[in-house]
């Protein structure tokens, strides 16, 4: 059984863990020609030549994200946090890992928030679990025995994606422990609850996510349909 969807389960690229309406891309490299623009160049001077990659990568596949949701190309800037800043109209996100980035966007008409996450699948260092963990959440993953590193990067990862999407709202980082998510085993699925009186309870429960395990990867979903909350604007973390 992979370890984030059902068994039997045909999940082939990101465009099958959003739903309708999010367009994604996602590389292992850039093609000559897909290099930054001035204002992202700029940003980036002062990265080391790994990360200066890594950046590239990302944007690079935020741009034919863009262009598949039908969006014209744009300077995807850096703002104060790092966080992606995302052209008017548009909610996203963009994730890395491994050598490998992706990215997910849609119109804010119809999504309010956007979260990505990708993960080498090798499993949580055994030290962080208490750390990202809440206490049934680590009840969990020691039930999964032999798989309980695997469920606990399962839970970092879903975190990491839900306070991705939380941040044009919040505006403030969340520990790890200010949300606890709970599975839906028989399609991969999650929905998080809130335990810090920072983050609202209506919008936690406004979540929805599913993750799923492919090719040595870990790659986790966040979404907020616009019907469902309404932030004010800002950018979301990277």
């Avoid at 897909?34 to 990265?47: I, S, V, Y």
């Avoid at 200010?178 to 991969?188: E, Q, S, T």
């Avoid at 983050?199 to 429960?205: H, K, N």
Wanted: overall charge neutral; some cysteine; glycine content about 10%.
């Amino acid at each position: 059984m992979d370890a984030c969807s059902p068994a039997g389960s045909q999940c082939n690229g990101l465009d099958r863990l959003f739903p309708a309406g999010v367009s994604c891309a996602s590389a292992q490299a850039a093609a000559s020609g897909e290099t930054l623009w001035p204002g992202e160049a700029a940003a980036a001077l002062r990265f080391a030549p790994a990360r200066m990659a890594e950046f590239r990568l990302g944007r690079t596949c935020a741009r034919r994200a863009l262009a598949a949701l039908g969006a014209p190309p744009a300077t995807i800037g850096v703002g104060g946090h790092r966080e992606p800043l995302w052209p008017e109209g548009i909610v996203g996100s963009i994730s890395h890992s491994g050598g490998r980035a992706a990215a997910a966007v849609a119109w804010s008409r119809s999504f309010a928030a956007l979260g990505l996450d990708i993960e080498s699948a090798s499993g949580l260092d055994p030290e962080l679990i208490a750390v990202v963990c809440r206490p049934e959440e680590a009840r969990r993953v020691c039930s999964a025995g032999a798989s309980g590193g695997l469920e606990a990067l399962r839970i970092f990862s879903a975190k990491e994606a839900v306070y991705k999407a939380l941040w044009p709202t919040l505006r403030r980082f969340l520990d790890f422990q200010a949300l606890a998510v709970a599975w839906d085993d028989a399609d991969g699925s999650f929905r998080a609850t809130a335990h810090d009186p920072g983050c609202p309870a209506p919008l936690a429960e406004a979540i929805r996510g599913r993750c799923l395990r492919q090719a040595g990867m870990l790659v986790t979903a966040v979404w907020i349909s616009a019907g469902d909350w309404r932030p004010g604007p800002g950018p979301a973390p990277a």
